[in-house]
């Protein structure tokens, strides 16, 4: 009876020895510290077209920027005499931005303005961004969404009109409009990502009946199409009353349009370059998303560009870097 | 009789120690890059690499998303356009050391490590020298060699062939100590 409870042991023993496993690449099977990353590059820049993303800047790095968009392709001041909008330039933008840490970042910038003549009329506007990233996907889906919260604040330079419009500046408040945006994101895949854009838009000085607070939804896509391009889309729907609406149809003779954009994104290195094509004719939230008046169908669809170059002018954030 | 089975017993259990596998969980594994434009410097302190004392197999598992460089944005287009790090997060290393050493006395030893290096799904074989310093409870690794990004796939553009060298410099540094016997 002792000697077979042995030998079971010897069995017993043999097997304990073999059972572990010796086969190296084994070993680590179950590494799992990767999973809690978070997920990088859901967009390649901080702007889609006429959205903004959930990307910050990279701490110390710099971004230079330049946005722009053309007159009308089609419709009445488009075609070939205008050289398909080309001579009509309807809004430039030219910007920085910098991160003060991977989570915040802070810009500024000089935008033309595009007046539509009905509810929209300040030009020479100066603005400031704040963006921060609140909140990260990460790659085992502990937290699915992406969050970052966006704010710009707008000052018109311009002088003020005698006109009753939203340029008649009484003081300097009424020269101010802010914007507020809580960006939602998910990358689904390597190729594609969605995003949800609820918007507040702030105006300090209005057109009649046209509301001072006024909320939007915006939605905005991106789907890579090669290592280096992709398509990008955005849209959004701006929640305005009907009051507002039959005031500026009989007053002005405008319609409003939801502003939609699709273009083309191609990245080199530091370079992303974006060229567009939307119905809004400004570039800044306060206006396209009040604003836009101009109808895709009408041709009244203009092609743009977007341009940054990001540099990194900070010292390093690696501390192993510099042994 | 009795005592010879538990003699036989005790050396039995006693074999796992033999058969000793050493572990690294923080293997720094870089890369260095020098171009007309650039140098270029990937980072990474937590490679995960075993060695088996008495096979002399090697074996380097390394993070791709551990990599730390000087630039976030250079971070960032090394995993999204070059390595590909969301399909292929590994980088991976199956070798042997050839010579003819026994890695269970202490010395420094110059070796050959032969085997397959497995990056961004391209697996390419390697033979490269190193040095092994076997210490009565740790071993010490280190192991510099040339690597091109395009054997394993990895296209650069023509445009930025200035920025980044042909041939990649990578150092590898381990310090491996034994397995602990009780977990598998």
Known sequence: MKKSLSLLLLIFGFVYVYAQDNNLNNLFADSSA???????????????????????MHKHDLLFEVG?????????????????GFDLISDVLIGFEYGISDRLTVGLGRDKGAANFANVNQTQLLYGTLKYRLLQQTINNQVPLAITLFGRGIVSTMASQITNTD??????????????????????????????????VRREDVVGPDPKNMFAMGIGGRIKVTKRMAIVADYFLPFRSSQVTNYFSTQFNTLFYNPLA???????????????????TSILENQFIPGTTSNWSKGQFRWGFNFSRTFTIGGSKNKHWKK | MKKCLMGMLFLLYAFPALTQIYICRNAEVTFFSSAPIEDIKGESST???ALNVDSKEVYFKVPIRSFNF???????????DYLESD?????????????????????TYMVTVEG????????????TKGSVEVKPDSITTHAVFNIKPEDHGVKIPTLLTKNLAENLQVTVDATYHPRPVASK
């Open chain 2, 47 to 49: 490679a995960l690499s």
């Open chain 1, 167 to 200: 340029a008649d500046f009484k003081n300097f408040k009424s020269r101010l409009s802010g914007v507020g945006q809580i960006i939602i994101a998910r990358k689904f895949s390597s190729n594609f990502s969605l995003e949800l854009l609820p918007t507040y």
């Open chain 2, 87 to 107: 399909k292929f997060p590994y980088a991976e290393f199956k070798g042997k050391i050839i010579d003819n050493i026994d890695l269970t006395k202490p010395g």
């Open chain 1, 262 to 280: 699709v273009g083309l994104e191609i990245e080199t290195g530091g370079h992303v370059f974006h060229i567009d094509f939307t119905n809004a």
């Open chain 2, 70 to 80: 000087h630039s976030s944005l250079m971070q960032e287009h090394f995993n999204e």
């Open chain 1, 68 to 84: 722009h968009r053309f007159g009308d392709i089609g419709g009445k001041y488009g075609g070939s005499k205008t050289f398909y």
């Open chain 1, 34 to 56: 990767q999973n809690n990353m978070p997920v990088i590059a859901t967009f390649k820049s901080g702007i889609l077209i006429n959205a903004q993303t959930i990307e910050t």
């Open chain 2, 116 to 127: 397959n290096l497995t990056i961004h799904n391209v697996t390419k074989t390697y033979a």
